[in-house]
């Protein structure tokens, strides 16, 4: 326990020198001049201010003060969200369609520039139409680490309403999880953990006729069994499910309606984290305000009834999943209203901003329970 102690806080001291280096290199007018330095000395101001008002609103993480304006209001940027992050995505992408294989090199390119690990997995499955290839992507940020936090979404499309387009349902996930990698790239390379990022987006999560256990989560299905039948090659005496620290999906994002619940005991520990992040931001004026009095993004109430989606053959091989997924289902979900003129951007850049600091508090800390391990 003493030599993980120990562990844990050089990271979190090699941690807080990364982000301050970045941070002087963005004050000193290095990266984007004074419109970065001006949001960041306002976003500390107003944290400062308020985090001295109570002990209570002070976030429960080990990084220093600058930290959390630092990952949450000077990395948000919704402009180049929506202009660079989510166009990619925004077009009918159901299996083998040019807009998939187009959507699929997007993915290919970008997480290879970005210097990660990219692997396709393959599969061709019977479907009511006949044998249908399936290609899930799947990037790592440091293949030789010893567990991964798997963040995945669907990248697929529903073939029927013809030119369904999907921004919630699953445009904006896919497009939140290019932009963490994007955004954590360079702290996650310093910090040079055992404990890494892997984005999986799935194809064939939408079922192609009438959804049933063999008409939907194609790429999720297959996947599971490849990875139940591969010895993991940094720790060969477990199979690559027994590596995953924790499985979270994310689906059905970006409807001003947004919210979550807790579904699996075994991640609530997790769960609560982000309750208390969103609580805590919120107090000290690093969120967006909810203007229409809507309940938190995370909610404290657990739904019993788990939802088809692409967790279920990894939650069938005990792997723990966090499921965040907006119930009740929004209005605009498998309707043509599924668009970016339904979205709201606040309530993305609200998850986009506690994921980021959610995410590096769980790397720095190293607080992972795996019982596959
Ligand atoms: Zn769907």
Not at 188 to 198: A, K
Request: aromatic share 10%.
């Amino acid at each position: 326990m003493v030599s993980s102690r120990r562990n844990s806080d050089g990271k979190a001291l090699r941690f807080r020198i990364v982000s301050l280096a970045l941070l002087l290199v963005i004050y000193s007018g290095f990266v984007q001049g004074n419109q970065l330095r001006n949001r960041l000395q306002a976003a500390m101001t107003a944290y400062n201010s308020t985090a001295t008002q109570t002990n209570e609103a002070r976030c429960p993480v080990i990084m220093g003060d600058f930290v959390l304006p630092f990952l949450t209001t000077l990395m948000s940027n919704m402009d180049a969200f929506k202009t660079i992050e989510l166009p990619p995505f925004l077009k009918t992408r159901y299996p083998q369609s040019p807009g998939n294989l187009q959507v699929r090199q997007y993915l290919k390119q970008t997480f290879q520039s970005l210097d990660w690990n990219v692997e396709e997995d393959i599969s061709i499955q019977t479907t009511p139409f006949g044998p249908v290839q399936f290609v899930n992507v799947i990037a790592t940020q440091q293949p030789s680490a010893s567990t991964r936090i798997v963040l995945a979404c669907h990248y697929d499309s529903k073939l029927f309403p013809l030119g369904y387009i999907g921004a919630m349902d699953s445009a904006v996930p896919c497009a939140i999880l290019v932009n963490i990698a994007r955004q954590l790239n360079v702290l996650l390379r310093f910090l040079e953990s055992d404990i890494t990022l892997q984005m999986v987006f799935f194809d064939g999560e939408e079922a192609l006729w009438v959804p049933s256990p063999t008409d939907s989560l194609y790429g999720s299905r297959n996947l599971a069994t490849v990875w139940q039948n591969s010895a993991d090659t940094n720790v060969p005496t477990n199979n690559k499910l027994g590596t995953i620290g924790t499985f979270i999906l994310l689906d059905l994002i970006g409807h001003p309606s947004t919210s979550f619940q807790r579904y699996f005991p075994e991640t609530d520990y997790l769960y609560t984290q982000l309750m208390n992040l969103e609580t805590c931001l919120r107090r000290t004026s690093l969120l967006n305000t909810r203007s229409d009095g809507l309940l938190p993004l995370f909610q404290d109430s657990r739904r019993l009834t788990d939802i088809s989606d692409d967790h279920v053959p990894f939650k069938e091989k005990g792997v723990p999943i966090m499921h965040l997924i907006t119930f009740p289902f929004p209005p605009t979900w498998h309707t043509m209203l599924d668009v970016e003129a339904t979205m709201d951007y606040q309530v993305i850049d609200d998850i986009s901003r506690i994921l980021r600091v959610f995410l590096t508090n769980l790397i720095v800390l190293g607080a992972i329970q795996n019982p596959l391990g």
